[in-house]
């Protein structure tokens, strides 16, 4: 496998995981937005269960990815 043929797979692979990173974080959505912080909900501690948990490690995993293909990119 060339070097050219390597970074032009490595550069798809990571546009296609900056994509599903993008709607990982959008799917997080908390709520009330720029509201809680000047007043709105008085949650101080709230646990992650089920989708969102599931939504949430997908999300750290996706950063990684990126941040590995980001560095391999780098380096190729």
């Known amino acids: ?3 050219r043929l390597m970074k032009t797979y490595l550069t798809f692979f990571q546009i296609f995981v900056s994509a599903l990173l ?4 959008l799917l997080q959505s908390q709520g009330g937005g ?6 709105g909900k008085g949650e101080l501690y709230r646990s992650k269960r089920g989708m969102e948990k ?10 990684v990815l990126f941040f590995i293909s980001s560095i391999l ?3 190729v």
């Open 22 to 25: 993008i709607i990982a974080i």
């Open 54 to 63: 599931l939504v949430f490690y997908l999300t750290i995993g996706l950063a």
């Open 73 to 75: 990119n780098l380096v």
């Open 1 to 3: 496998m060339t070097k």
């Open 34 to 39: 720029l509201g809680s912080a000047f007043g």
